[in-house]
């Protein structure tokens, strides 16, 4: 009996082990840091992924908020992009992913921006969930609808607004505004892992939390470079679970900045950001979830 | 042997426990999970919802040639802007934007994490911007902020106790 006994705890830890490792990382796809709205520019882009066959999250991140006669963004390219160029560059990126795909891919389109610098509050956050709504008739209106979804997205950093209230405010006004989903492609920057126990820059786990998946239109979709950004992901999501309403953070998938950081070795391929947050939430019962998408930001555009 | 089949039955229940927590080498306190799966499951299936569209559009492959960017690149210093590289791993201060040699430059100045050691990140993009590449050079022992440039020539002034200026030649 106790040989049957400790063959099941074998076995047990085997089947843990192969779970983990046995999802393997989907083709990634590439998310940019936006220089230009230039719409062919887009569409292009748009086309090359359709192309490729590749379906998963796009996020095309535009830049901090910013205010220069109506909302917008400063983007990479030095100028500020108003909120209604940037739909009309992401209209040229869902026209060529459409024409250039075949009837199969699925494409979901994020247009991102960030909790970085003093125009972060809630009318930017109003003004961005009334862009996806413009993106999403646009779907509709030109019958994309099989293939092809809006989203919202920010990259929220801790470090950016320690005083959460900036960050809690444009939320707050993206979801007012829509009710398409907003990933948070962001870090949890000085939050808790192992052998580590921060207060994610004055935000707490549970500001974190709300951002990422406490807000009804929050979906996380993490920057996972190193094994550390993997491990406080994984403790927000146990903390998630045995402290907040919805349970533990459902990942829809990774991100990685393999192609901009430039850093080699010293950051994360999109399958090793996917894996290692995959390994690490399912060697726990309480946050086990299957991740669907690997994207990895670049600078080109 | 009663006492042996119920020490048996405890240690199966011990273990198929453990088979339920998984097998995370205790890093993380044991946790209990509220009724949350119903609030869960609604949520995917809202990510999952379709525009509707009364009709599929047809299909017109191939790309389309691309018209010179007519944006405006903007020069010189900026306070503003957030550099394409994740908050956790720089803090920036400031930027410089040129153009050299029919590339957009930009010039990131400020201090890399964990060490606080002043830094300049050097973007550099095509004119089409298909192309980027980037490199950081280490200018000074704590942060740094641009204060003027010309050309290549930059002077930086250091952020702490110890501000000092600093004279820079950016291979641009």
Redesign the interface.
């Known amino acids: 009996m106790l040989r049957s006994i400790l063959t099941l705890v074998a076995g047990c830890a085997l089947v843990a082990v192969s779970y983990a490792n046995a999802i393997a990382a989907p083709a990634a796809t590439t998310s940019r840091y936006m220089a230009t709205t230039n719409r062919t520019t887009l569409y292009n882009e748009g086309c090359s992924m359709g192309t490729a066959g590749l379906s998963g999250i796009v996020i095309l991140d535009f830049g901090e908020p910013y205010y220069s006669g109506g909302e917008g963004t400063y983007t990479y390219g030095s100028a500020f992009a108003s909120d209604s160029s940037i739909v009309n560059a992401a209209e040229g990126f869902l026209d060529g992913f459409w024409n250039c795909s075949g009837s199969s891919p699925q494409l979901r389109l994020a247009i991102g921006t960030s909790n970085y610098g003093s125009h972060t509050g809630n009318s930017a956050g109003q003004a961005w969930g009334g862009a996806v709504n413009t993106l999403k008739n646009y779907i509709s209106s030109k019958g994309y609808g099989s293939q092809e979804f809006a989203r919202g997205a920010i990259d929220a950093e801790p470090g950016w607004d320690t005083e959460f209230s900036r960050t809690s405010a444009w939320i707050d006004g993206y979801n007012a505004a829509t009710t398409a989903p907003l990933y948070d492609y962001g870090s949890a920057d000085d939050c808790p892992y192992s052998g580590f126990s921060g207060n994610c820059d004055g935000w707490g786990q549970h500001g974190l939390w709300y951002v990422s998946w406490g807000n009804s239109d929050g979906y996380p979709v993490p920057e996972i470079y190193q094994w550390s950004m993997g491990d406080q992901w994984y403790y927000e999501s146990a903390y998630s679970a045995s402290s907040e309403a919805n349970g533990k953070l459902d990942f829809l998938g990774t991100m990685t900045q393999y192609s901009a950081c430039g850093c080699g070795s010293s950051t994360y391929t999109p399958a090793q950001g996917f894996n290692t947050l995959q390994s690490l939430i399912n060697g726990n019962s309480s946050t086990a979830y299957t991740m669907s998408y690997s994207t990895d930001i670049t600078w080109a555009n | 042997m009663r006492r042996?089949?119920a020490f048996?039955t405890i240690?199966?229940a011990a273990?198929?426990a453990?088979?339920?927590?998984?097998?995370?080498?205790g890093?993380?306190?044991?946790?209990?999970?509220?009724q949350?799966?119903n609030?869960?499951q609604q949520?995917?299936l809202?990510?999952q919802e379709?525009?509707?569209?009364?009709?599929?559009?047809p299909?017109?492959?191939?790309?389309?040639?691309?018209?010179p960017?007519?944006?405006?690149?903007?020069q010189g210093i900026?306070q503003?802007?957030?550099a394409?590289?994740?908050?956790?791993?720089f803090?920036i201060v400031n930027?410089y934007?040129t153009i050299q040699n029919g590339q957009?430059v930009?010039v990131y100045a400020g201090s890399i994490r964990p060490t606080g050691a002043g830094i300049l990140l050097v973007?550099r993009?095509s004119a089409d911007?298909?192309?980027?590449?980037?490199?950081?050079m280490t200018v000074a022992s704590s942060a740094v902020r641009i204060e003027s440039a010309s050309g290549s020539d930059l002077q930086l002034q250091q952020i702490g106790r110890s501000a000092q200026a600093i004279q820079v030649r950016v291979p641009l």
């Open positions: 042996v089949f048996s240690a199966l273990a198929l453990a088979c339920s927590h998984g097998g995370n080498g890093t993380t306190p044991p946790v209990t999970q509220p949350s799966a609030v869960s949520k995917m809202r990510e379709r525009v509707p569209s009364s009709f599929v559009a299909k017109h492959p191939g790309f389309i040639a691309e018209m960017d007519t944006q405006t690149w903007t900026a503003a802007g957030e394409p590289v994740p908050g956790g791993m803090d930027q934007n957009h930009t973007v993009r911007l298909h192309t980027v590449n980037a490199q950081t």
